[in-house]
């Protein structure tokens, strides 16, 4: 806690756990008490109990006092990843800026890296040859690991070596290996600085209106890959976690299009009775949908379905290398609307 506080009576109290019957003494400060919270309660709950176990095992106290105390329970963890959508927002605003921090979001959104591992990141780091990347450990022992990059982040990588080799040699001097990827020095040869990192992408973040930070990326990381189908033991490794629980219980979050196609797989390994199922009711809804097709398109599908007969898949895939960007579902309301959706002697698979 920032407020020490010293009441009556004894010599340094910095933990207030109940207000109740508090005073403070004279050589408290002007402030007005707080509590501690839950989450240094916890902390000193963890010092104790392991002092107090480590004394008991080597014989110094008869019984382990620890064991009747309790510390609060950590809340439960709810990850909050950005979007795609919002990520691609992110990178784009980066690249806005200046080249070099377009890079090293891009490289925290495809390695799922800690912000740590990034700015301690050097040229040597990076095989060029293998396209990988070498993440040192930086707070889990038995983590380092090397992780693939695709060609497009590694060709962004080999344009930052060429600018760093551009600017040490307008310095005089030439390439190390040694050189920082996230750095403020001309010469690169000291790393940038992890609080700005996170400074900076917070305010990035909202000036375009997205509320997030660096840590962010890495829940993104995590629950696209899982989405993906990537196994939770490669998830893991990727992240640098030791046990992929940490992945499953705090990184991967929650998607609303992987719980449709959830119901959607449950659903279709059922088969009710048709009698208990209600009769379908049909609604002709071409005359609600507003008219967003242009007449043009309208009768070049026209066209194509009595021409030849395709269905409204091969009319789209048809048009589709026409440059023509149209919904199946959209064709076949133009069908309907024409009263072409009959069926035709060409089927959909020729």
């Known amino acids: 806690m920032r407020m020490e506080h010293h009441p009556p009576g004894r010599r340094n109290a910095r933990l207030v756990r109940d207000l109740t019957g508090h005073r403070c003494g004279r050589r408290c400060k002007s402030h007005v008490c707080t509590r501690a919270s839950a989450s240094m309660l916890r902390k000193v709950h963890s010092v104790i109990t392991g002092t107090c176990g480590m004394l008991f095992r080597w014989g110094w106290l008869a019984t382990d006092p620890s064991k009747r105390i309790r510390g609060p329970k950590a809340p439960l ?35 799922g890296a800690r912000r740590s591992e ?8 990076v095989d060029f040859d293998r396209n990988l990347i070498f993440l040192d450990r930086t707070k889990v022992k038995g983590t380092a690991r090397w ?3 695709d060609p497009a982040t590694m060709a962004l ?7 760093i080799a551009e600017r040490r040699g307008a310095l005089g001097l030439g390439p190390t290996g040694e050189e920082y990827l996230y750095s403020y020095k001309a010469d690169h040869a000291k790393p940038g600085s992890a609080g700005y990192l996170s400074k900076r992408f917070k305010d990035m973040g909202k000036s375009i209106g997205i509320d997030t930070h660096p840590h962010a990326l890495r829940h993104y990381a995590a629950t696209e890959l899982i989405v993906g189908g990537i196994g939770i033991v490669d998830v893991a490794h990727r992240l640098g976690h030791k046990s992929p629980s940490t992945t499953t219980d705090i990184y991967a ?10 119901a959607a797989l449950l659903a279709g390994s059922l088969t009710l009775p048709a009698d208990l199922l209600p009769a379908p009711t049909v609604r002709d809804r071409s005359a609600e949908q507003t008219r967003r ?11 194509l379905r009595q ?17 023509i960007a149209i919904d199946k579902s959209t064709v076949w309301k133009v069908l309907r609307r024409h009263e072409l959706n009959t069926s035709s002697p060409t089927s959909e698979k020729s």
Do not use: M, Y
């Open 307 to 323: 021409r030849t007969g395709w269905g409204p898949k091969l009319i789209r895939d048809h048009l589709a290398a026409e440059h």
């Open 253 to 262: 979050a929650w998607r609303p299009e992987i719980d449709q196609r959830a």
């Open 77 to 111: 963890v709810i990850p909050k990843a950005p979007t795609t959508a919002q990520v691609v927002a992110l990178i784009e605003a980066a690249f806005t800026q200046n080249p070099d921090w377009g890079t090293i979001v891009l490289l925290l959104s495809v390695t």
């Open 118 to 125: 990034i700015t301690r990141s050097q040229l040597k780091h």
């Open 147 to 149: 992780l693939a990059l």
């Open 157 to 163: 990588l080999e344009a930052l070596r060429d600018r």
């Open 293 to 303: 097709t242009s007449p043009e398109v309208e009768q070049r599908i026209c066209d």
